[in-house]
């Protein structure tokens, strides 16, 4: 009866809004197929959406979050932005900070159709780092992803998102497993404009941004943007799962700030010359997870002797309480701090694809600070709120420990892209050299110094896109893919070789896409997966032989159809057969009370399903339904005498869920399979309003504080005048308890999505 009345309510809200009108901002002109476009939205004779960038695609599930969907939905991270999307799952923490090195378990994650190794660019050039052990250092299921997506570019930067479902391009690499998400940037204005925009609200948050875009030279042929942000925030608040009560949740505070600048020249239709950097900096505070409230605080200091690396609530319920109280007395914090630059010389435009030269040079740094544990409680007569009042918290980490130790990721590389239209064929080759180094920076201690990781990769593909007839595209292509050997130097001078981590293969991609007609279309493709080994990989003790590279296939397929012209609906289905996937499982020896984590060889079998329906009531009202489903099935190979084990600990944990990831994931048990999201869309000529319902459904008990949550979101905005506009937020309206993330040490709850929360602001176009 509860969600019925928030469903009820989230409609009649939507239902009753009435204003005055909307104007939509013309987004900056680009090609498709030779013809210059200029419009918000459009499609090619398939169905799908073009962008700047989407002859790189072959057809398949993309959707596409633009400008306007950012500034009209008040998207503050790029996560925020595409979490909407059908297929694509993000499992939180429920902090700002990142933790850079501990995978799964305390950082963010992208899963796109129930897989995390996504793939991440920045204007169509990857921007991971293959030999970084920061949130990718090996490849089991809990650092699938390869960057940390918030932290690539400020997203008052960002012009359009395209979210490929499915290893839909050759250029994406044949490691994309679950998809790809490419981030297209803006880019300067034929007319000079500045925005201004400033909000506030819950929790002391506040944000900055201004920026600035225009031309000049001859035919305005130089084009410059630059923009400049900050965000700031107090400790946020929550409602607990397991108590319904809400708390503030301490050591959640944080401070962010970003600058963007793009440049660029024409020389004629074809020469362009364009340079871009990218900065940001942040500071975080690092809680680790929630407490849990059910269990007496002084509770967790009955086991004395326990071992902190085993923090599991299932064995000792006070543990996570314990593991909490060091974390705020010690004032965990993360830090970051990014440069990027591109240097892009396009030196020919055919058939709407670019050939170009490009070099660029890319650095991440994170450090901070973690406390050291304790068992002993701290003495209350020095901290007389105790250590969960959230007064002390924020009089103790005013003042933050230096950071102990750094973590720096370096990529520089070329890229070379040749692209040629000959008759019926689209030929695009590109070639990349990249040289990745990480360095572990150690401060203080016996070990002090860096530690140098290095490993050099060259990639590339070559694809034909051939138009068969006006209805039917079939697109086969070979990408070839070669890591060369880790090689690793201590400071003391000590280098070590991984001959194992060199790799060479070339994989084969094919695809189609057929129109029907100018309503109905189809598409298919066959793509064969290879993912290298990892640096930590490499000196991994697997329980079933030697570690091997991943590799696999998918299979993806689905259909477009206008049922009319206000109704569209989009299924979509993928399978992912991996014959080999490098997995781990936590085994617990009930006589020892010690549990380890090891690695292993498996095989993945996963499907997934997404649909998505769109209406269009009227010229002003329109809707947007989708739902997605995962099924995962990952089991290991050639166990032998470990079986029996295996089977005693799938008897004494959640349903088979241990540690980071287990030898069956069983993602209905760890992510939610079940994921509906709705949309609501109302515009007129000054007032345009959203209201979002995210659910989660299918959530096992034994891991979640429920077996659904329902979270709402509704933006307004209203323009003053012509350049004016007014806009309120509200983000988890119905202050729904909820959680995205289970992660069986921590138990239930540890991991809460924010509380309701507001913000108001004023964007001024000049």
């Known amino acids: 009866m509860k969600n019925n009345t928030k469903l009820a309510m989230l409609v009649a809200a939507l239902m009753g809004i009435s204003a005055a009108a909307f104007a939509a901002e013309a987004t900056p002109e680009y090609d498709v197929e030779g013809v210059k476009v200029e419009a918000s939205v459009i499609k090619d004779k398939f169905g799908n959406v073009v962008t700047e960038q989407s002859y790189y695609r072959t057809g398949g599930d993309v959707e596409v979050v633009t400008a306007e969907d950012i500034e009209k939905k008040h998207y503050n991270t790029i996560t925020n932005a595409v979490k909407m999307i059908p297929g694509v799952r993000v499992s939180e923490t429920g902090y700002r900070a990142t933790n850079y090195g501990g995978g799964y378990a305390y950082s963010d994650q992208i899963l796109i159709n129930g897989d995390p190794r996504v793939i991440v660019l920045v204007d169509g050039k990857r921007v991971d780092n293959t030999v970084s052990s920061m949130g990718n250092g090996t490849s089991t299921a809990n650092s699938g992803n390869n ?13 359009k998102i395209e979210v490929i479902k499915g290893p839909g391009a050759s ?15 803006k880019k300067g204005a034929v007319k000079n404009r500045g925005v201004i925009d400033v909000s506030t609200g819950s929790w002391k948050h506040h944000k900055y941004n201004m920026s600035y875009s225009g031309s000049a030279g001859k035919d305005n042929s130089f084009k410059y943007m630059v923009s400049a942000s900050r965000e700031m925030s107090g400790n946020t608040h929550y409602k607990d799962g397991q108590t319904g009560k809400n708390y503030e949740y301490g050591n959640t505070d944080y401070k962010e700030e970003s600058t963007y600048v793009k440049l660029e020249n024409d020389f004629d239709k074809n020469h362009n010359l364009r340079f871009t950097h990218s900065f940001g900096k942040g500071i975080a505070g690092y809680p ?3 407490p849990d409230w059910t269990v007496p605080i002084k ?91 959230p007064q002390w918290i924020k009089e103790k980490y005013r003042s933050r420990t230096a950071p102990s130790s750094w973590s720096q990721q370096k990529n520089k590389g070329v890229q070379i892209q040749l692209a040629k239209s000959i008759g019926i064929h689209d030929v695009i080759t590109s070639w990349t050299l990249d040289q990745s180094r990480f360095n572990s920076i150690r401060l203080t201690g016996s070990n002090a110094g860096t530690t140098v990781s290095k490993r050099d990769s060259l990639t590339g593909y070559i694809q034909d896109k051939i138009h068969i007839t006006d209805k039917w595209d079939f697109t086969p292509s070979l990408r070839y893919s070669h890591y060369k050997g880790i090689s690793q130097k201590t400071p003391a001078g000590a280098v070590t070789e991984y001959k194992n981590s060199n790799s060479v293969r070339i994989t084969p991609v094919l695809a189609t896409q057929y129109a029907f007609d100018d ?28 570690l091997q590279d991943e590799k696999g296939y998918v299979l993806n397929w689905g259909i477009k159809k206008d049922l009319s012209e206000k109704t569209n609906v989009n299924l979509n289905l993928n399978y992912t057969n991996m014959s080999n996937k490098i997995a781990s499982i936590s085994l617990y020896d009930p006589d020892t009370g010690d549990e380890n984590n090891y690695t292993l060889n498996a095989t993945q079998k996963k499907k997934a399903l997404n649909l998505g329906v769109t209406h269009q009531f009227d010229d002003h009202l329109s809707i947007a339904a989708n739902y997605s489903y995962v099924s995962d099935k990952t089991r290991g190979k050639n166990l032998g005498k470990y079986h029996q084990n295996i089977e005693a600990m799938f008897n004494n944990r959640v349903s088979g869920t241990v540690g980071s990831a287990s030898i069956d994931q069983m993602m209905n048990k760890i992510v939610p399979p079940n994921q509906y999201s709705l949309e609501l869309s109302y515009n007129n000529k000054k007032f345009n309003a959203n209201l979002s319902e995210l659910i989660y459904a299918g ?46 040490h921590t138990g239930k709850g540890a991991y809460p999505g924010l509380g309701r929360n507001f913000m108001v602001g004023l964007r001024y176009k000049f």
């Open 288 to 290: 680790y997870m929630a």
């Open 519 to 546: 309503t109905f279309s189809t598409y298919a493709s066959w793509t064969q997966i290879y993912r290298p080994m990892k640096q930590s990989d490499t000196t991994a003790t697997p329980i079933n032989g030697p």
């Open 147 to 159: 960057v940390i997506l918030d932290k690539v570019l400020d997203i008052n930067a960002v012009e």
């Open 299 to 389: 509770e967790a200091f009955k086991y004395p002797g326990h071992n902190p690396i085993q923090m599991t609530d299932i064995f000792d319920p006070g543990y996570r309480n314990t593991f909490y109280s060091y974390v705020v007395t010690g004032g965990n914090y993360h830090v970051y701090n990014t440069n990027d630059y591109d240097v892009t010389y396009t030196f020919n435009k055919d058939n709407g694809m670019e050939s170009f030269v490009r070099t660029y040079y890319n650095t991440r740094k994170y450090g901070g600070y973690e406390s050291t544990y304790t068992n002993t409680w701290p003495d209350e007569t020095i901290y007389p709120g105790g250590i969960f009042d």
């Open 699 to 744: 959530c096992s008990e034994e891991a979640y504080t429920n077996n659904r949550f329902f979270v709402t979101n509704l933006n307004l905005n209203y323009d003053v005048k012509k350049d004016m506009t007014v806009y309120f937020s509200v983000n988890n309206l119905f202050n729904e308890a909820y959680q995205t993330k289970f992660y069986a």
């Open 171 to 185: 250029v994406y690499g044949a490691d994309a497993v679950g998809g790809a998400i490419n981030i297209i940037t």
